[in-house]
């Protein structure tokens, strides 16, 4: 769900600027799990720009904050969210955690790492949903301590119905600075790409796991 459009836009269009989501309709990307696919999106670069890392740290605690309060503990998913979340936390003075794809293997075997003081709500932060299952593996770790999640806040999300539909079941609230329409949006009217290359984003996006350039 995006909560300010205005944001929706200008996200997209930093992240375009930065290459931190690159768009190549006619050379398509491989992705780990065999797709092929015209966007790649690899939101950490952001981190490496000042500018658009305090853009997008300002965008998600003014949501933090507007949506959830500044009672709360932030909660960044690794390895991509780690960054812009401690970036939040930071400008909310709020305590920040991160959650590990699974525990550790060795040592106290942590799967959260940080204290999520007892009573206290816990808002995630994500990079990027795709299909939304290691987003909510974190939140299961955290729910699993006994510990209240409020929601998430993403940069960005592809708008699959898989990710939909397993939010819902899960009962999560998501929102995401922007998303795959708006991005597409943006990418037209700044001429970012053609008019018959947004016809081919769009059918990749109708059936990611069958489409072929």
């Not at 959830?68 to 930071?90: C, H, K, M, R």
């Not at 899960?170 to 795959?180: E, I, P, R």
């Not at 991005?183 to 059918?203: C, D, G, M, P, R």
Request: net charge neutral.
């Amino acid at each position: 769900m995006i909560y300010n459009e205005k944001i929706a836009f200008e996200t997209a269009a930093h992240l375009l600027q930065i290459n931190a989501i690159k768009l190549e309709p006619k050379n398509p990307f491989s992705w780990a799990s065999g797709w092929k696919s015209p966007i790649y999106c690899d939101n950490r670069l952001a981190l490496s720009f000042p500018k658009v890392r305090a853009y997008l740290t300002d965008a998600i605690a003014q949501q933090v904050t507007a949506l959830y309060g500044t009672d709360v503990t932030i909660a960044g998913v690794a390895t991509g969210a780690i960054g812009i979340g401690a970036l939040v936390a930071q400008k909310l003075n709020l305590p920040f955690v991160y959650v590990r794809p699974e525990p550790k293997k060795h040592g106290r075997q942590n799967q959260i790492e940080g204290i999520v003081q007892e009573g206290q709500a816990v808002v995630v932060i994500e990079d990027l949903i795709s299909t939304g299952m290691s987003s909510l593996n974190a939140v299961t770790a955290i729910e699993a301590e006994g510990i209240e999640v409020l929601g998430m806040i993403a940069l960005f999300t592809y708008g699959f119905s898989i990710a939909e539909n397993n939010f819902k079941e899960a009962g999560v609230q998501l929102y995401t600075l922007s998303d795959y329409n708006h991005l597409i949006q943006h990418a037209t009217a700044s001429a970012t790409i053609k008019k018959e290359q947004q016809e081919t984003l769009v059918n990749w996006r109708k059936d990611p796991a069958n489409w072929k350039p």
